[in-house]
């Protein structure tokens, strides 16, 4: 069976920092691109950061370039993203996706809370 479980959201103050970490069991973590999307009330799904299976490649969203990096440790089968310079539209949920030509899984999400 197929997890993802994301952790390490929460509620911060604009300009601040998290890092949210991705856990996948069930699956040969090295032959997915892992990818970050979040999801704000009212609006699409949309990609914030994308990382290959070796990790050599990655991709951000204009919306957060300069600001959120992705990486992953295949070793631990999870993936992070660091957020610095948090803005208050930045509030989502968080989701981690795993992707393949062997399949396409998805976490539950961890709420993300941009406020003063």
């Known amino acids: 069976q197929v997890q993802l479980v994301e952790s390490g959201g929460g509620l911060v103050q604009p300009g601040g920092s998290l890092r949210l970490s991705c856990t996948a069991s069930g699956v040969i973590f090295s032959t997915y691109a892992m990818n970050w999307y979040r999801q704000a009330p009212g609006k699409e799904r949309e990609l914030v950061a994308l990382i290959s299976n070796t990790g050599s490649t990655t991709r951000y969203g204009d919306s957060v370039k300069g600001r959120f990096t992705i990486s992953r440790d295949n070793a631990k089968n999870t993936v992070y993203l660091q957020m610095n310079s948090l803005k208050p539209e930045d509030t989502a949920v968080y989701f981690c996706?795993?992707?393949?030509?062997?399949?396409?899984?998805w976490g539950q999400g961890t709420q993300v809370t941009v406020s003063s």
């Open positions: 996706n795993a992707q393949s030509l062997f399949g396409n899984y």
